[in-house]
Nanobody
Framework: QVQLVESGGGLVQAGGSLRLSCAAS????????FGWYRQVPGNQRELVAT???????NYADSVKGRFTISRDNAKNTVYLQMNSLKPEDTAVYYC?????????????WGQGTQVTVSS
């Protein structure tokens, strides 16, 4: 089992920055991929960025060059640094962890944190 707790959301003006944190606990050794996703009411949850154990990162085109995903292994925490925020970045942001145990995939989600960007 893995537990994920996000923090760092809030209200910011366009052009500003926020850093989201996702603290993982439990069987964190089994996590292969961390990801940040976001969802606007009425829309599907969409990928923002991912980070795997090999250090490979992947970003949605809409956030490339503005957002950075990183991981602090000592703290079992994943971060999403968001710069040059735009009103269209407004959403609930979720942390996701993919855990492989005995060749089975387990997917864990955090509770989400609201990010609101005002124009």
């Amino acid at each position: 089992q893995v537990q994920l707790v996000e923090s760092g959301g809030g209200l910011v003006q366009a052009g500003g920055s926020l850093r989201l944190s996702c603290a993982a606990s439990g069987s964190t050794f089994s996590i292969n991929v961390f990801g940040w996703y976001r969802q606007v009411p009425g829309n599907q949850r969409e990928l923002v960025a991912t980070f795997n154990t090999g250090g490979t990162t992947n970003y949605a085109d809409s956030v490339k060059g503005r957002f950075t995903i990183s991981r602090d292994n000592a703290k079992n925490t994943v971060y999403l640094q968001m710069n040059s925020l735009k009103p269209e970045d407004t959403a609930v942001y979720y942390c996701k962890a993919d855990s492989f145990v005995l060749n089975k995939l387990y997917v864990y989600w955090g509770q989400g944190t609201q990010v609101t960007v005002s124009s």
